[in-house]
């Protein structure tokens, strides 16, 4: 199973980073919203307008970067059509991530020791490892969670965020522009994930697709094949003993 493979893709929430995405959202959308109070006085308008341009984005069709998807659509529901104003509000969006964003871990418990070790582990053994994260976040979001596992960004050729890619889990075409990034074949690669459809849709590639169970997410439509089910600390047990 891991033998022949080059390339270990990564999911990182609910798989490396052992916290609940509903867990992780209630504080994201408060630490996020409060930037946001002169335009949106209530927080859950803001909320519904931030989701809305997030489902925008994971609808992207290739032809921008998931980064303009997102803020084009978002500008466009703020009604501003002055450009200055339109930059302001990136502005304002990278401020948040690059000040702000790092300190959410205060109010998750994390397991950092067997992420960490996994990582360690693997590169050791020379293997190419990429972050397959959900690119809906920036770079700067994506290696602050890194981070809170104890894991350096840099022990990944990609991390797949919302500036470098134009597509987003759960369309086949997100894993495509990876393979078409590394320039790897699939069946060279091994996805690592705990989503029965957003992870697991990778094996319509021809990547062979493990599941991590500690956070196991399933949605309707997850009907992909699945190599191997188990734990993190099972996964790395696992992989310690066949690699």
Known sequence: MFKD??????????????????????????????????????????????????????????????????????????????????????????????????????????????????????????KRLVLATNPLFPEEAVAARLSWIGIDAADFELLTHYENMSYAKPNPDYYREILNKIDVEPEACLMIGNDLKEDAVASRLGIDTLIIEDKLIEREGSDFDISWRGSLKEFKNLLEEKL
């Open 5 to 126: 493979k080059e390339v270990f893709l990564f999911d990182l929430d609910g798989t490396l980073l052992s916290i609940e995405a509903e867990n992780f959202l209630k504080y994201y959308f408060a630490a996020l919203s409060s930037e946001f109070e002169d335009l949106c006085a209530e927080k859950e308008e803001f909320i519904q307008l931030l989701m809305g341009s997030t489902n925008k984005m994971i609808r992207n069709d290739g032809s921008r970067t998931n980064q303009e998807a997102f803020m084009e659509d978002f500008i466009e529901k703020l009604q501003i059509s002055d450009r200055s104003e339109a930059d302001k509000i990136k502005s304002r969006f990278e401020k948040f991530y690059q000040t702000k964003f790092a300190a959410l871990d205060q109010y998750f418990e994390i397991d950092r020791k067997t992420p960490a070790e996994i990582i360690e582990y693997l590169k050791a053994k020379n």
